[in-house]
């Protein structure tokens, strides 16, 4: 059974940082894409970052190019979204997620396993 927790939340002012890390326990995903979505109140789950099973191919939503980076340990099997210049716009719960496959899509349902999310607050 997979498990994935994530860590780092908080509140940060507009234009600060965090990371979250999401830790994963279970069988090795080290075979498999992981991605980072985020869902504000009244909007949908969106994915906000994904990374393939080798690290080789990265992708990010529109909204975070060039403020979001996301890595993966696959030996600590963690993995990490660096959030940079971060805006009111970002607040949101941040859910890591497991992908079917090894290089993974935007699309939820391509995720079979979720975590509990964390909750990211960015003031003005």
């Known amino acids: 059974q997979v498990q994935l927790v994530e860590s780092g939340g908080g509140l940060v002012q507009a234009g600060g940082s965090l990371r979250l890390s999401c830790a994963a326990s279970g069988p090795f995903l080290g075979n498999y894409a992981m991605g980072w979505f985020r869902q504000a109140p009244g909007k949908e789950r969106e994915c906000v970052a994904r990374?393939?099973?080798?690290?080789?191919?990265?992708n990010y939503a529109d909204s975070v190019k060039g403020r979001f980076t996301i890595s993966r340990d696959n030996a600590k099997k963690t993995v990490y979204l660096q959030m940079n210049s971060l805006k009111q716009e970002d607040t949101a719960v941040y859910y890591c997620?497991?992908?079917?496959?090894?290089?993974?899509?935007?699309?939820?349902?391509?995720?079979?396993?979720w975590g509990q999310g964390t909750q990211v607050t960015v003031s003005s």
């Open positions: 997620a497991k992908a079917r496959g090894l290089v993974g899509t935007d699309r939820i349902n391509e995720y079979n396993y």
């Open positions: 990374i393939s099973w080798n690290s080789a191919i990265t």
